[in-house]
């Protein structure tokens, strides 16, 4: 049972325009949901996070959403760069007793193109 | 330099035998975490330990085992009960076990089976 899904394997986007990459989670006792962006061999490298009691968070280019009512949420990137690509994958942590366990989605390959 | 450092980048296990995977961290920090990356998978947990000489399974433990001896190691040994031991390991870690801590990751270990 996937608690966090990112259901864009992909997603192509021109240099200079808005990348928005979704994720969608089950399990409404999450209280943080964090980005991490990865590149090939290498471990992935934290961007961002939100609290579950807020509804945006901003930091430079980029912006993370969060939706309680529907369980989504969504990060932005604006303006998108070529060195943005990546695997850009969602992860939740929090559950109760859970400590700060990720549990992660599966992944969305961005493509920054010029 | 603060970071996670994870050797060796590439290993090679024969049937039956057991490898350890190391990590070693200088950024003083309490919690530690294993990852599997799977092609095409989010990351899952293996094992965390959330302070030196304390240490739970995660959701896919089976197979494997760690110590935390000190602050600084958490080393992972893939024993020959592992039957798909063929992935991208990754470690981790956080200040505390505080789901408001965000994780940070080393570079990873890519076992293969010969």
């Known amino acids: 049972d996937q608690q966090v899904k990112q259901n864009s394997p992909s997603l192509s986007v021109q240099e200079g325009r808005i990348s928005i990459l979704n994720c969608d989670y089950t399990n409404s006792m999450f209280d943080y949901f964090l980005w991490y962006k990865k590149y090939p061999a290498e471990g992935p490298t934290f961007l961002i996070s939100?609290?579950?009691?807020?509804d945006k968070n901003e930091d430079g280019r980029f912006t993370v959403f969060l939706n309680k009512s529907a369980k989504h949420l969504s990060l932005h990137i604006v303006p998108s760069q070529p060195g943005d690509s990546a695997v850009y994958f969602c992860a939740a942590s929090g559950i109760t007793g859970g400590g700060n366990k990720l549990t992660f989605g599966t992944g969305t390959q961005l493509k920054v193109e010029l | 330099d603060g970071g996670i450092t994870q050797s060796p980048k590439y290993l090679f296990r024969k049937e039956g035998q057991n490898v350890t995977l190391s990590c070693e961290q200088n950024l003083n920090h309490d919690a530690m975490y294993w990852y599997r990356q799977d092609p095409g998978q989010g990351l899952r947990l293996i094992y965390y330990?959330?302070?030196?000489?304390?240490?739970q399974k995660g959701d896919i433990a089976e197979g494997y085992s760690v110590s935390r001896e000190k602050k600084e190691s958490f080393p992972l040994t893939v024993t020959s009960a592992q039957k798909n031991p063929t992935a991208f390991y990754l470690c981790a870690s956080s200040r505390t076990d505080d789901s408001n801590q965000p994780q940070h990751f080393g570079d990873g270990t890519r076992l293969s089976i010969l």
């Open positions: 939100i609290s579950s009691i807020k």
């Open positions: 330990s959330q302070i030196v000489n304390d240490f």
